[in-house]
């Protein structure tokens, strides 16, 4: 679906479009054609990266608040098995599940005991061991990019992260230690927590 390397962006055009549509839904937009504009270009990389038929609409919606009348190609209506909202529904519900409900404040301060461990987490979203040099992507390859895209989120300066015996990753914020995520022993580095 999404390559492992752009799951950060991806994941951030799609807070982008939420965003978006709690606007519209809420009526904190006003409906003109360049707020329409707008929304359309923020949905169009997303139905680019998913080759959703909704690509071509966006195309003829676009080309039509240009002042272009589009030629409307004649084709055969896609057999689809799930509808583009529900993929991007699952987009999000995935993002959000790797976040516990009962979860500290990003940024909390962390009096724990820190593990010897040190990783770095890149802005591109990936987490690194800093004594081994290996990527949590080479470890767990179907979870780092959720885990690293929530993480860079929430630090989007990236850099070093140290973790605790329970699994609480730390980052440094201004003068200490502080909340970054919880992780479980199957998401991390093996032997680490």
């Known amino acids: 679906m999404v390559p492992q390397r752009e799951t950060v962006p991806f994941y951030n055009r799609l807070e982008v479009l939420l965003e978006d549509r709690n606007d519209w839904v809420h009526h904190h937009v006003v409906p003109e054609k360049d707020t329409l504009k707008t929304l359309i270009l923020n949905l169009y990389p997303i ?51 790797a976040i516990p409900d009962n979860e500290r404040q990003v940024g ?46 929430r630090k989007p300066n990236g850099g070093r992260l140290r973790i605790a015996a329970d699994g609480t990753v730390t980052a440094y914020f201004e003068d200490h230690w ?11 580095f093996q032997g680490h927590i």
């Open 178 to 188: 502080g909340f970054l995520a919880l992780v479980k022993s199957d998401q991390w």
């Open 47 to 97: 139905c680019q990266k998913l080759d959703f038929p909704l690509k071509s609409e966006c195309d003829i919606l676009l080309a039509r608040l240009d002042g272009v009348e589009p030629e409307v190609p004649q084709v055969d209506p896609p057999i689809v098995t799930s509808s583009p909202i529900e993929t991007v529904n699952q987009a999000l519900k995935d993002f959000v599940a």
């Open 108 to 153: 909390e301060l962390i009096e724990q005991e820190l593990l010897k461990h040190s990783y770095t987490l890149h802005l591109s979203g990936e987490i690194r061991d800093r004594k081994t040099d290996r990527l949590l992507s080479d470890v767990h390859p179907d979870s780092a990019g959720t885990l690293g895209a929530l993480m860079i989120a």
